[in-house]
């Protein structure tokens, strides 16, 4: 998983989650996969693609088939770069902003093989919980024998294994370290010849079958000819399966001597005499297995083998967990980073606890489309300063996408000087269409206080044109394999749009479908004239919301859209 962690100039933090199918754009324009909203950014700045099992960061982005440069380059580590593949913690520059790459390395591991060969009837097995509970047994009364004293030294083995897993896993969050300790523990404590430690990509607590998915993420020999043997080995999918399935441990003795082992290809043929099999049990599911063999034709693992075995895959199942929770939770932190500066938080947490409520891909629902426009935003931008316009724009932005999420809409994208806003989606509510008119006058109630503001600061004052309506729209992840973004699309979007198209500054129109809807609205309705749209061979029922007192609506402007 690799991770960009973003501070823009404004101090504003967040992360992006980049994958290696898709290709990461970085600009000051809205439709970037990261936005950077400052004017030393330029509007297509830079990018970030998958190359060579790495990803590689490129000053500019492709148009028309070229490279076109950014103007004030990409910095990585304080040096300009027109090209550069990122490591882990490098800095990345661009603008004000600062970019931190983090990619943990990831080590190489063996491919192995399985069979479905049957297993024979010599085995032993003993659960994991059955050791620890033994080891924790102490002997009381008479003078111990040496019997009891070899066992009394086992248990205290196994404990002090316990402790020294514990203690060297409790902080690290890498499987891979977690089963290489592993694996070196049990090459120190038992007389294996090869340990494998075998991974579930898919834990849980459903069938184990065939189609389980295990693989190799460790791989110990005695020495290193028995290493490049241990390449090409064989595991007895047999023997995983069952203690998987059955949650215990098993040694089979014996093996090549065993009447039905001898018909397992894989143990005859690399001359394996007894195996020990432990799986790795957590709360959540079984997360895989410990598989440990011996070559030696006159050696024999022993019960003691086996618990110590045991055991250790116990730690090591708890560590796995640790691994997972982490990663979820580092995982659940970017959706939470990324959809918070989008959706309202109960929407979130809602997707994060429960995402198999939401049908993503596309689905068509009834949501209320909103749409705000800055009125001659654009001539005021040319007479400006850059900065003083993305600083007015900032503030703007910020205030409106405030009162959005505290009326339980969703903000699907800035658009320019303008904004477009879901109320219905990807939660829907009885309420939506009354949320969307209520969140609509509160935006343009915040104008009005930002023009005082701006009154006394010296700057020019600004008004907002507000169209909603209400209807079916295709909502959900829609896009292109470089780029995908949660929206709506449809008939239900261009008329909303088009509303505020025709919205006066300071005016809102809705249409006769938002305003049945929004039954509950306290707001007065005057009708407006009917707007043909193209398309519709019956022109559209206007109203507008009356929301000022009429004092107040000397203020309203007849701008239209800049």
Not at 208 to 213: L, Q, Y
Not at 346 to 362: A, I
Not at 384 to 402: C, D, G, H, I, W
Not at 513 to 536: D, E, I, T
Request: charged residues 20%.
């Amino acid at each position: 998983m690799a991770l960009l962690h973003i501070t823009d100039a404004d101090g504003q933090q967040w992360q992006y989650l980049l994958q290696p199918e898709n290709i990461c754009i970085i600009g000051r324009a809205p439709d970037n996969s990261v936005t950077l909203n400052e004017p030393m950014v330029s509007r297509y700045h830079a990018h970030i693609t998958f190359r060579d099992n790495r990803f590689v960061i490129v000053d500019g982005v492709i148009a028309n088939g070229e490279l076109k440069p950014s103007i004030n380059k990409v910095f990585v580590n304080g040096q300009p770069q027109t090209e550069c593949a990122l490591t882990d913690g490098d800095l990345v520059t661009i603008g004000k902003s600062v970019l931190r790459f983090e990619q943990p390395k990831e080590k190489l591991v063996v491919s192995l093989n399985y069979d479905d060969e049957r297993m024979g009837r010599t085995q032993v097995a003993i659960g994991a919980q059955e050791v620890i509970r033994k080891a924790l047994i102490s002997s009381a009364g008479a003078p111990a024998t040496s019997q009891q004293l070899a066992a009394l030294q086992r248990k205290a083995d196994i404990l002090a294994l316990l402790y020294e897993m514990s203690q060297t896993l409790g902080s690290v969050f890498d499987l891979e370290t977690i089963f290489d300790k592993a694996t070196d523990i049990v090459f120190r404590v038992t007389p294996a010849d090869r340990v494998v430690a075998l991974l579930r990509d898919d834990p849980g607590d459903g069938a184990i079958t065939a189609e389980v998915g295990l693989r190799p993420i460790a791989l110990r020999a005695r020495d290193e000819q028995q290493m490049v043997d241990a390449q090409g080995a064989t595991i007895g999918r047999t023997i995983t399966r069952r203690v998987m399935r059955e949650r215990v441990a098993l040694l089979s003795q014996d093996a090549a001597a065993d009447s039905q082992l001898a018909q397992v290809k894989s143990i005859i043929a690399q001359g394996v005499r007894s195996t020990i099999c432990a799986p790795l049990v957590g709360e959540s599911g079984v997360h895989g297995a410990l598989y440990a063999d011996r070559l030696d034709p006159f050696a024999q693992f022993t019960r003691d083998d086996l618990e110590l075995v045991s055991a250790i895959a116990a730690v090591a199942a708890v560590a796995v967990e640790s691994v997972r929770a982490h990663r979820r939770l580092a995982r659940e932190e970017v959706a939470r980073a990324n959809y918070s500066r989008f959706m309202p938080d109960y929407v979130v947490r809602q997707m994060l606890e429960h995402p198999e409520t939401f049908k993503l891909g596309g689905v068509n629902q009834t949501v209320t489309v909103l749409f705000a426009d800055v009125r001659g935003f654009t001539r005021m931008a040319e007479h400006a300063p850059p900065e003083q316009v993305v600083q007015l724009l900032n503030r703007y932005f910020s205030a409106m996408t405030e009162i959005i999420f505290a009326h339980g809409g969703t903000l699907d994208k800035y658009i320019g000087d303008g904004l477009m806003a879901l109320f219905g989606a990807p939660a829907a509510m009885p309420e939506d269409a009354n949320n969307a008119v209520v969140t609509a006058v509160a935006m343009q109630q915040q104008v009005q206080r930002l023009n005082d503001e701006l009154r006394s600061e010296g700057q020019k004052e600004i008004s907002v044109g507000i169209g909603l309506h209400t209807g079916v729209a295709t909502v959900g992840y829609i896009g292109s394999e470089r780029r995908t973004e949660y929206t709506a699309i449809g008939d239900t979007v261009n008329l909303a749009a088009r509303l505020e198209q025709n919205a006066a500054g300071g005016q809102i129109l809705i249409s006769e479908a938002a305003a049945q809807a929004a039954q509950q609205n306290s707001y007065p309705l005057r009708p407006r004239p009917p707007l043909r749209v193209k398309n519709r061979t019956q022109p559209v029922e206007v109203f507008e919301v009356i929301w000022q007192k009429p004092q107040e609506r000397r203020g309203v402007t007849g701008q239209l859209a800049g």
